[in-house]
């Protein structure tokens, strides 16, 4: 019932330490350190910049990027940092817009791989507001069969609670998840599966599609 798996995430964090060893783009390098740390490193980021980030603005001056990127324990120079800083402070205002940082620090999928995490997505979100909720996954899913919920540990809602925090992100469980989590998600899943034929099949299998 829980799709996105360990052996995943451990081919996952083989192939970004194999593969950082041969990169120069900084960019690339930082992504592959995220990976490196599984496939909810992405939003580990995330969480170390939400910190820094005290009045909430969502973006960040390069002294408090840096800051983020060494709180995460990302191995990086000052050189490094700048230059990515400056990708993403198109209009030099000294500031980034960290959830555009995030997602384009997202492994790259083919149209085929969104379009079959979109799937699973729609599947689950019966209401079709975009967001997946505890009331989306009661029409889905029968909790009988789980566990905890068989030796009284959990209630229905736990059960479904704990479900969609893998999915959300890790510094805002709101017990919501959406599209952009969800895809999230799933892209650091993808980028341990080669062929996007394996990554179907294996969301198929999932979620029953």
Known sequence: QMPGTARHDREMITQAKKKLSKTTDPLER???QCLAKGSAG???L???FRIIDC????????NEFLRGLHHYAL???KEEAQEIFRIFDKDSSGTIDFDEFLITLR???SNARKEI???AFQKLDKTGDGVITIDDLREVYNVKCHPKYQNGDWTEDEVFRAFLDNFDSPYDKDGRVTTE???NYYAGVSASIDTDIYFIIMMKNAWKL
């Open 46 to 48: 995330g969480r170390a």
């Open 30 to 32: 930082l992504r592959l």
């Open 75 to 77: 191995l990086i120079n």
């Open 181 to 183: 989590e969800f895809m």
């Open 117 to 119: 995490i979109m799937q």
């Open 42 to 44: 992405i939003k580990g």
């Open 55 to 62: 009045n909430n603005s969502r973006t960040l001056d390069f």
């Open 107 to 109: 492994p790259p999928m």
